[in-house]
T-cell receptor, first 112, second 112 residues
Framework: GAGVSQSPSNKVTEKGKDVELRCDPI?????LYWYRQRLGQGLEFLIY????????KSGLPSDRFSAERTGESVSTLTIQRTQQEDSAVYLC??????????FGPGTRLTVT | GQNIDQPTEMTATEGAIVQINCTYQ??????LFWYQQHAGEAPTFLSY????GLEEKGRFSSFLSRSKGYSYLLLKELQMKDSASYLC?????????????FGKGTMLLVSP
């Protein structure tokens, strides 16, 4: 009965390095979302997976960002050649279809 | 695309009632959510409206008018722990995708 989990909880990386963030959704949830939240700002939609359909990548800010999901399980968000403006909390959420989203605790990314 | 507006900040005193408004413009509307987010934590679900009218859940109520593109969250008998950011989010379905777009949030400060 675990909720959404994310790892790592904190990540400090040097500018130019690649990072990979992981999300384990609630079992049985078909939809999975990634959001970015900069300090003091609202949630910024990044990407959405629904079952086996092609993901909605319309929110990805640049081609340095990519995400994958294996079936209806774990998802990874990869940021290549990180920049300082990528520093933010990256939140993952899962839901049944398009209903209430359950959020994970987030990964705080700091690019130095 | 979607456009969601809500006040940036509000203040209220313990025991009082506060109403947080949200206006939106979207196509393919299929529901409006309110989330609560305490500082440094992930958002948690408060309410969901898909039909016009008022939904009451304890001290919290949410209202929706689809024709006006308007919703509000009403918090009664305010407590100090209600100090948080309140996020209005609109669910819309377009081209087979159903996505959730968040407003920037309203920071509510409850004082003694």
């Amino acid at each position: 009965g675990a909720g959404v989990s994310q790892s790592p909880s904190n990540k400090v990386t040097e500018k130019g390095k690649d990072v990979e963030l992981r999300c384990d959704p609630i079992s049985g949830h078909t939809a999975l979302y990634w959001y970015r939240q900069r300090l003091g700002q609202g949630l910024e939609f990044l990407i959405y997976f629904q079952g086996n359909s092609a993901p909605d990548k319309s929110g990805l800010p640049s081609d340095r960002f990519s995400a994958e999901r294996t079936g209806e399980s774990v998802s990874t968000l990869t940021i290549q050649r990180t920049q300082q403006e990528d520093s933010a909390v990256y939140l993952c959420a899962s839901s049944l279809e398009s209903y209430e989203q359950y959020f994970g605790p987030g990964t705080r990314l700091t690019v130095t | 695309g979607q456009n969601i507006d809500q006040p940036t900040e509000m203040t209220a005193t313990e025991g009082a009632i506060v109403q947080i408004n949200c206006t939106y413009q979207t196509s393919g509307f299929n529901g409006l959510f309110w989330y609560q987010q305490h500082a440094g934590e992930a958002p948690t679900f408060l309410s969901y409206n898909v039909l016009d009218g008022l939904e009451e859940k304890g001290r919290f109520s949410s209202f929706l008018s689809r024709s006006k593109g308007y919703s509000y969250l009403l918090l009664k008998e305010l407590q100090m722990k209600d100090s948080a950011s309140y996020l209005c989010a609109v669910s819309s379905s377009n081209s087979g995708y159903s996505t959730l777009t968040f407003g920037k949030g309203t920071m509510l400060l409850v004082s003694p």
